[in-house]
C-alpha cells in the first residue's frame, strides 16, 4: 500500500506514507535481500504506536433532563456519553467533569452519571418553563492522553412540577 520504503543499499525500512492506528495498527512486510546469485527473505511486522489524535466526542452536543422535584438528595439526573476514536489504552480513556462547579449537581468522572446534591424545590410560574427551573452547565469529557484531549457539551436540567399538592376550591 505504499505506507514503507526500503533503502536498498542499507535496508532501513521508513515510512512513506499516511498511518493512522484506528484504520490499521500492524503491518506484516516480507523483505527480501539479493546479491543475485543468492535471495534471502524474512517477514518483518511493525506495529504502530497510538497518538492521542482524536478528542472525545459526546454522542449529543446538547443534553435535556427534566428532573422531577422532591427527589431524594442524591438522585439520577441523566447520563452524557462520549467516546474517543483513538485505540484501547490511555488516550480513549474518557473522564467526566463539570466546567464549573456546581452547588446542586455532581457528575461520575467515569460514567458520565449527574446526580443532584440535594432536594430541589419547584418555583411555581405561570410559564411552562422559567428560568427559575431551568439549570444550565457545561460537561467536559477527557481523555487520559499526553496532552489530554477534551470536548464540551452543553447540559440543560428542568426542574418539573410534582403531583404533591391536592386541588383546592
Not at 458520565?112 to 444550565?136: A, C, D, F, V, W
Request: charged share 20%; proline share 7%.
Amino acid at each position: 500500500g505504499e505506507k514503507f520504503k526500503i533503502d536498498a543499499i542499507s535496508g532501513n525500512v521508513t515510512v512513506a506514507g499516511y498511518l493512522d492506528r484506528e484504520q490499521q495498527d500492524e503491518y506484516l512486510l516480507k523483505i527480501v535481500a539479493s546479491d543475485g546469485a543468492w535471495r534471502s527473505e524474512t517477514p518483518i511486522t511493525i506495529t504502530v504506536q497510538d497518538q492521542n489524535d482524536n478528542a472525545p466526542e459526546f454522542e449529543h452536543s446538547y443534553y435535556s433532563f427534566n428532573f422531577p422535584e422532591l427527589q431524594r438528595s442524591v438522585a439520577f439526573v441523566g447520563q452524557v456519553i462520549a467516546t474517543d476514536r483513538d485505540k484501547q489504552g490511555p488516550n480513549s480513556l474518557i473522564s467526566y467533569s463539570l466546567q464549573q462547579p456546581s452547588d446542586l449537581f455532581t457528575i461520575d468522572p467515569a460514567t458520565g452519571e449527574i446526580l443532584s446534591k440535594r432536594t430541589m424545590k419547584y418555583k411555581h410560574s405561570q410559564l411552562e418553563t422559567s428560568p427559575e427551573n431551568m439549570y444550565t452547565m457545561i460537561v467536559l469529557a477527557t481523555d487520559n492522553g499526553k496532552p489530554p484531549l477534551n470536548s464540551e457539551c452543553l447540559v440543560n436540567i428542568n426542574i418539573v412540577d410534582a403531583n404533591n399538592n391536592p386541588p383546592k376550591f
